[in-house]
Structures are given as structure tokens and as C-alpha cells.
């Protein structure tokens, strides 16, 4: 087996400052979002929402547009779930044969349905199966091999174990939220363990978890010293954040955002759900799940979040829209969410699942 990662990553959108990343988010960061994203500054690395893999599984067709029909002139990299290693041989097999910037592996996602047939954020809890994944996955795989995943699953004492596999199986990049599975998106990051496996870790590491504008990118990156950030449920509410964070980077003043602006972006989320052949309703629900982490920069008092929810027609959210970002559209967009503002987007979503598997960002937030 070999004990180094094997392939250099692909070089950054901007030479000699940290990589940035898009977290997958399952349901959100499809073809549609990643264009959205580009069109506002693309972060240097893409990842896919995730293959479910199985033994009757094949690839997924709306989420190979986003590998087929990329628009953003930047890497993306394919991400699978799943534990039948058979058939994650199978599928990683199938998935090289595009243009993919590496295979990913999801060992991260903390939603309970998810993680309860032991996949995702389920695998940490048995090292010696991972140990086999790992193994066949990286005889299989002849381009980039990277994995997603958290600190641990209830808690952190099996987290060497795991960086040593990453090692013996020369992973070419880990992904790691500083969180355990069972904290989900609640609690403090731990930081240090991210720091941890830096330094023992053989390919480099993006840090993920709570980063939420471009100070705090730097902030975590000074912390940890990794060779880049992963961005999720942050930049659905702030689109801008990757080209803020090159700025940050390289001394540049960060471009602060008005509230027309905000408005605009919304608009171009609109048009994705305007276009569904669902009832009213269900187009409104949609574009709550989004608006739930928009809302959390509009204004500290939460007047925008608590009348958009509220809204049960196109008409009545589109009012509200207009009245909270046009009255003063010069107006900034907080670069950080207002504390106490909370995200909700179960509760709006059109589909019937959990809020965490809504957004799962597997090991991502």
C-alpha cells in the first residue's frame, strides 16, 4: 500500500493563497447552484453532491450534469456514500471515466438517516471497515482519491486511527469538520484537531466547520494551519464569500455587499424553483430553505427571517423580499450572520425529510 497521497492537487484559482472549496450540500449544490456560485466569484474546488452507491445503484443523471455540463472553469470532484465495497468500486470506476478532478468519499454526513445504515458520518464507528474501503478504493482509483469526514462520531477516540488510514491508503486530500457526527452543526469546532491532523497527515487538509465570512477563513487557517477552507451552509447565505476570502488573502479591502445585491441573488435562486412543475407552495417552501440562511445577514432584529416565513404565496414572499432589501438598497449585507438568528430550513422545505439530511453537507457546514 502506499504511505504518501499520490497526486498533487489541482493548482488554485489564485497561485499561493489557501485553497477555498464549495461543502456538497445534497439538494442544493447542483448544476444550477454551481453556476449561481460561479457567476459571484467560484471557489477553487467543487464537489458534487453525493452518488448514493448500493448494489442496484447506478449514477445519478441530474447530478452528473454537474460534471458533464460544468460552467465554472474550476475542478470538480465526484462524491459518493455508501459502504457495499463492491459496488463503491464499481461506481468510482464509472465516475473516473468523466471529468472529475478526483473521487470522493463521504464519511461525514451526520443526518440520522443517513449515518443509521452505516454510511456517511456511520462508517467512523467501524475503523476496520474503513481500513477495506480505503484499500480497494485507492487500488481502484488511479486519478486523485479524497475523502469527507468528521472528528469522530459520538466522540473523538477514534480519530488517530482514522488519520492513520488516511495515511496508509494515500489519500490525496482530506476534508475534515472539526465536529463529531452526533453534534451535527451544534457546539464549538475543535479546531485543534483539525490542527492535529495537519501535522500527521501525509495530503493536505481543508478545514471545515464555522467558517462564515473571510476573517474568520483566515482565522481558521491561522489556527490550523491548513492548506484551505471548506465553505457550506455560509455560502448560501453569502455567495460572495470565496472571492471576499481571495481579497482577505492578499491584503485586498473585502468588496461589502448591498442589500440590492442580496436581492438579485435571490431572484436568480427564484428562477430554479420557478421553473418546477410544482404547485405554488411547494416553489415557495424551496426558496425558504434558502432565504433561511439569507436572512441571517439582512437585519440583526429578524424581522426579514420571521415575515418570510410567514409568506405562503410567490406574491406575498416577493413583497417581503422587496420591502426589507429595496427600501434601502445601498444598504450592506452583514459579511457575518447576525447572532441568535437561527436557520430552520427543514421546517420550510418542500421535500419531507429531517432539516439535517435537507442540507446534508456531509462532513461539511
Not at 477555498?20 to 453556476?35: I, N, R
Not at 487557517?221 to 476570502?245: C, D, E, H, K, Y
Not at 414572499?317 to 459579511?335: E, I, T, Y
Request: aromatic share 6%; glycine share 6%; net charge positive.
Amino acid at each position: 500500500m502506499p504511505n504518501l497521497a499520490l497526486h498533487p492537487l489541482p493548482p488554485p484559482s489564485c497561485p499561493g493563497l489557501a485553497v477555498t472549496a464549495l461543502a456538497p450540500m445534497q439538494d442544493v449544490t447542483d448544476l444550477f447552484f454551481m453556476q449561481v456560485i460561479a457567476s459571484y466569484g467560484s471557489p477553487d474546488y467543487f464537489f458534487t453532491e453525493y452518488f448514493r452507491v448500493h448494489p442496484s445503484s447506478t449514477l445519478d443523471k441530474k447530478i452528473l450534469r454537474s460534471i458533464t455540463e460544468n460552467p465554472t472553469q474550476r475542478p470538480v470532484f465526484a462524491q459518493m456514500i455508501g459502504e457495499s465495497i463492491p459496488d463503491l468500486v464499481r461506481t468510482a470506476k464509472l465516475l473516473s471515466r468523466y471529468p472529475v478532478a478526483g473521487i470522493d468519499l463521504n464519511m461525514g454526513c451526520p443526518a440520522p438517516r443517513i449515518y443509521r445504515k452505516n454510511v456517511g458520518g456511520g462508517l467512523l464507528r467501524d475503523p476496520e471497515k474503513v481500513n477495506q474501503i480505503l484499500g480497494e478504493l485507492r487500488q481502484a482509483v488511479s486519478g486523485r482519491l479524497s475523502v469527507k469526514m468528521r472528528i469522530g462520531f459520538e466522540d473523538t477516540a477514534s480519530f488517530e486511527k482514522m488519520l492513520a488510514l488516511i495515511n496508509r491508503h494515500g489519500i490525496d486530500l482530506l476534508s475534515l469538520h472539526g465536529r463529531t457526527v452526533k453534534q451535527m452543526y451544534h457546539g464549538a469546532v475543535d479546531y485543534d484537531r483539525i490542527a492535529q491532523a495537519v501535522q500527521q497527515l501525509n495530503c493536505p487538509v481543508l478545514a471545515n466547520g464555522n467558517v462564515t465570512s473571510a476573517t474568520s477563513a483566515a482565522a481558521v487557517l491561522a489556527q490550523t494551519g491548513a492548506a484551505g477552507v471548506m465553505v457550506g451552509r455560509s455560502a448560501i447565505r453569502n455567495p460572495w464569500i470565496f472571492r471576499q476570502i481571495r481579497q482577505y488573502l492578499s491584503g485586498q479591502a473585502v468588496t461589502p455587499v448591498k442589500l440590492a445585491e442580496v436581492r438579485e441573488y435571490i431572484e436568480r435562486l427564484r428562477q430554479t424553483t420557478a421553473a418546477l412543475t410544482v404547485p405554488e407552495r411547494a416553489r415557495v417552501s424551496y426558496l425558504k430553505m434558502y432565504l433561511n440562511y439569507i436572512a441571517q445577514s439582512v437585519d440583526a432584529e429578524g424581522a426579514f427571517l420571521r415575515e418570510m416565513r410567514l409568506a405562503q404565496t410567490e406574491a406575498q414572499l416577493c413583497s417581503v423580499l422587496d420591502r426589507h432589501l429595496l427600501s434601502d438598497p445601498n444598504a450592506r449585507f452583514n459579511l457575518e450572520p447576525y447572532p441568535g438568528l437561527l436557520a430552520r430550513p427543514g421546517s420550510e422545505a418542500a421535500r419531507p425529510t429531517s432539516a439535517a439530511e435537507q442540507i446534508c453537507v456531509g462532513s461539511a457546514g
